[in-house]
């Protein structure tokens, strides 16, 4: 299939170490955009940081740093953390890249000359960890972030305003035409209630906060940290300076971004589209929260999962593979150690682990590591079951249902396991009449293995490879579309296939 795909995470704020929170969205991501190559299309996958604001300005003080000193630091955690995680994005972008800086400066003199932006006073609460306004309507008495529950800085300063409020029946139209532009449906939900209920002019300057981009002709103001970060996903796509490469890509943006920012993405940013008289993105999905043995995961509790802990310990692919499976995209999950060693034990060990080991292992005691394609090779069950699983796997995918993906590609190895068990090759074998009937198990068999090879890549791309190796066909990656030779009869004439390791030897729980 031939078209492009457009992948964004949200850009992450350096004051801090990466945690689970950014490993998962840029893990799903990274699903995606493989899976969107491996079907042909081009793929732009792009992450980065936020490196701007008041927030990373005060985290860098108290470590006694230049804010750009900061930023250098961490931004080699993250950067560190997706070549271990095998992140396979084409871009990295940084805010303080000047290409960025440009393209947010222009931005902002194309709404100004169009009209939406104008100067006046903000007076009102601020929330330095969030980065977010709130006025006194919004807090209802409480004196506390309503995101974050942190306390609120008081601000009366000038401002420059964005007129968000002009876009309020525009983007309900918008909404109305487009009901799959938020993900999943109740998110959407929320955020068509939220717009109904009126939206208010934003501020998108700061005063007093150095550490940021210059508003055009007016240096004493910094454009508001959302506002530069946002507008990452067009810099990315070249605006404003490559024709060709925006083109190709913008109009097939998708964003992934956590629950708690998702108005910024799907309120002010379409908005902020709207105004500049582009086309908004074609899909903005929400995710849930992760929370650790049961608790919210907090630097004060001393619970942040390191991801880079979790990979040195039970290594990249069982992350990646817990991430994806155990809970549905959209809602929220719990990370715990006993989940995580049930999981990989059930479903890698005992389930897609064994079926492997079993098959090679009695391709190598039966056929010496060999088996060609044997005449009357289909088979109606597994055809259908391929054809059905294909099918679900393609629409969980374009609707990002990651983990209901993963489970259709377990019906096969279920029943791969089954078809093992019930033929039970280690009889046939003592049968010489039965010596095709052998030769088609085992092929199957591996075809199934292969097959899975394919379908398991966007997910664990080290596993998948060395399983591919393992069958003798890992040229398949190579292919344009190794999708499309995810059929039966597209195997290879002959199967010559190496001694094979555990993929997955059961952890100790
Ligand atoms: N810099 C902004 C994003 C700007 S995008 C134009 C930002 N950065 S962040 O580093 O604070 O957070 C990034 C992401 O991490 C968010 O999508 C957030 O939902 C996610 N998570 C933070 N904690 C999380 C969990 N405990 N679980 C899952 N995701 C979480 O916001």
Not at 194 to 206: N, T, Y
Request: net charge negative.
């Amino acid at each position: 299939m031939d078209g492009s795909f457009y992948i964004t995470t949200p850009i992450y704020y350096v004051n801090d170490v990466p945690h689970i929170g950014h490993a998962y969205t840029t893990c799903a991501a990274d699903v995606l955009a493989r899976f969107h190559r491996m079907r042909g299309e081009r793929v732009l996958f792009s992450t980065g940081t936020d490196e701007h604001g008041q927030k990373i300005a005060r985290a860098a003080q108290d470590a006694g740093l230049t804010p750009q000193e900061l930023v250098d630091r961490v931004v080699l955690r993250f950067q560190d953390l997706w070549k271990r995680m095998h992140i396979s994005h084409d871009v990295f972008i940084r805010t303080t890249d000047p290409e960025h800086e440009r393209t947010v400066q222009s931005f902002f003199l194309l709404l100004k000359e169009k009209g939406y932006i104008y100067k006046g006073e903000y007076e009102g609460w601020y929330c330095v960890p969030c980065e977010t306004f709130w006025t006194e309507a919004q807090l209802e008495g409480r004196l506390v972030c309503p995101d974050c529950g942190r306390p609120l800085e008081r601000l009366r300063e000038e401002s420059y305003f964005f007129a968000l409020s002009k876009f309020t029946e525009p983007l309900l139209r918008y909404l109305d035409e487009h009901p799959d532009f938020v993900m999943p449906e109740s998110r959407f939900n929320e955020i068509y209630s939220f717009v109904k209920g009126g939206l208010k002019d934003q501020s998108i300057s700061r005063l007093g906060v150095r550490w940021g981009i210059p508003v055009p002709g007016d240096p004493n103001h910094t454009i508001y940290v959302w506002f530069d970060a946002l507008i990452n996903y067009l810099t990315v796509v070249g605006f404003g300076r490559d024709r060709e490469l925006f083109e190709t890509f913008w109009p097939s943006a998708h964003h992934l971004v956590g629950k708690d920012i998702l108005r910024f993405h799907a309120v002010l940013w379409p908005s902020m589209l709207l105004a500049a008289g582009l086309p908004l993105p074609r899909r903005v999905f929400a995710h849930g929260w992760w929370t650790v043995e049961g608790e919210k995961m907090s630097k004060s509790k001393g619970n942040v999962v390191d991801p880079l802990e979790v990979i040195a310990r039970f290594g990249v692919d069982r992350f990646r593979y817990f991430l994806m499976r155990e809970v549905s995209f959209g809602l929220d999950g719990d990370f715990s150690e006993r989940a995580f060693v049930e999981r990989s034990n059930a479903d890698l060990s005992d389930n897609f682990g064994n079926l492997i080991h079993r098959t090679l292992n009695m391709v190598w005691k039966y056929r010496n590591g060999r088996v060609a394609r044997p005449s009357q090779y289909e088979d109606r069950e597994w055809e259908e079951l391929l054809q059905e699983v294909r099918e679900r796997f393609f629409t969980f995918m374009d609707r990002f249902a990651f983990s209901q993906a993963l489970g259709e590609i377990w019906r096969l190895v279920h029943f791969g396991n089954r078809y093992l068990d019930q033929k039970a090759p280690w009889r046939m074998a003592k049968d010489p009449d039965l010596g095709e009937e052998l030769d088609r198990v085992l092929y199957r068999l591996l075809d199934c293995g292969r097959i899975l090879g394919v379908f398991l890549f966007p997910f664990m791309p080290e596993t998948a490879t060395r399983l591919l190796q393992y069958l003798g066909v890992e040229e398949i990656l190579r292919d344009r579309n190794p999708l499309a030779l995810c059929d039966w009869g597209k195997g290879p004439s002959v199967f010559s296939v190496a001694q094979p390791e555990p993929l997955f030897p059961r952890l100790q729980g």
